[in-house]
């Protein structure tokens, strides 16, 4: 079975998500953004590499961020940038999918930016695409359900990589409600493809799904064990809209538990980084002392962010059909 991801060159041709991914292509995408990161880490450089390719950006479930930083992205590489709220349109009107991608493959789309709230979508439009011989058109998946967020597991190995440099002696702590999470799912693939020995998931029985054992992650419900000497803490957001679930009993009971305090922080190693996906809920999975701390790299992250996805696409873009 051919990866859907690779083309016959063995390249990429969609990034649809991190599993599977060989490892010299995690570290070429991240070798890539490196040359897009200016002399400060606060700018990302503009480069003609997408002049005249079309990018469009199909959001089927919100995302203010995610999808400006890839329209950013695009217009730093010179790309035409075409961004369809498509929930309000013709996913409303009853068109399938798929019409809606042959729809904007006739006016000469070269990249589809995909959200959408079932797992599997991007999986299931490059596919479509490869059956019709669509090869100059690339996908790149900005969330799938649970699935998977690929780009946002590459800007996370970025700044890991950043601030760490070598990813074979660190431990790496994701805390929170992991059994929701594309973030974390991408996160403990792309950690385990570029051989970190200890990846750790910490939170509450019931926001840890089965199987991560198999994964290779070792799971712990005591927050203040788990952090102990780690390296970098991923924090994830609470899904607030599942709070009020059986899941959790309050943010305040949450945050007491599980909340990233500077007292927690300081059982973890002495130059700790501390990462967030955003947007943050401040006082329910991290204190604002440590959002705001010297530690914290979660502003960085996001300038990284838009060096990863320029990276992404113009890797796709250069692929031969």
């Known amino acids: 079975m051919l990866n859907p991801q690779l083309n016959k060159h063995g390249e990429l041709q969609h990034l649809l998500s991190i599993e599977g991914l060989p490892k010299s292509i995690v570290n070429h995408i991240l070798d890539t953004a ?16 997408m002049r005249g390719k079309s990018v469009f950006n199909l959001f089927f479930e919100n995302s203010t961020r995610t999808r400006t930083t890839f329209e950013i992205a ?13 929930s309000a349109s013709s996913a409303s009107k009853g068109e399938s999918l798929l019409d809606t991608i042959d729809n904007l493959s006739a006016m000469h789309a ?11 979508a991007p999986y299931l439009i490059a596919k479509h695409l490869n059956d019709h011989k669509q090869h100059h058109v690339h996908v790149v998946n900005a969330g799938d359900g649970r699935h998977a967020h690929p780009t946002q597991g590459l800007l996370d190995m970025y700044t890991i990589r950043h601030y760490k ?6 431990t790496v702590a994701i805390v929170g409600d992991i059994l929701h999470s594309r973030v974390a799912r991408s996160d403990i693939h792309a950690l385990t493809t570029l051989g970190v020995p200890e990846v750790r998931a910490i939170g509450p029985h019931t926001l840890l799904p089965g199987g ?18 780690v390296d970098v803490i991923i924090m994830l957001r609470l899904q607030n809209e599942r709070m009020n679930g059986a899941l959790l009993p309050s943010a305040q009971e949450y945050f007491k538990n599980y ?19 955003g947007p943050m809920n401040r006082g329910v999975e991290i ?9 914290a790299v979660i502003l960085p992250q996001v300038t990284f962010g838009i060096a990863v996805r320029m990276a992404v696409m113009s890797i796709l873009a250069g692929a031969k059909e």
């Open 34 to 49: 490196s040359s897009f990161v200016g002399v400060s880490d606060r700018e990302v450089k503009k480069v003609p590499l």
């Open 74 to 86: 695009s217009k730093r590489l010179s790309a035409d940038v075409i961004n369809l709220n498509i």
């Open 110 to 120: 070269d990249m589809f930016v995909v959200r959408h709230s079932q797992s599997g």
């Open 165 to 170: 440099k070598d990813f074979t002696k660190l």
């Open 212 to 229: 991560l054992e198999q994964m290779g992650v070792r799971t712990f419900t005591n927050m203040d064990e788990g952090l102990k000497g």
């Open 259 to 277: 909340g990233l305090t500077p007292e927690r922080l300081a059982l973890a190693k002495p130059d700790a980084i501390v990462m967030h996906p």
């Open 287 to 295: 204190d604002s002392a440590v959002a705001d701390g010297p530690q």
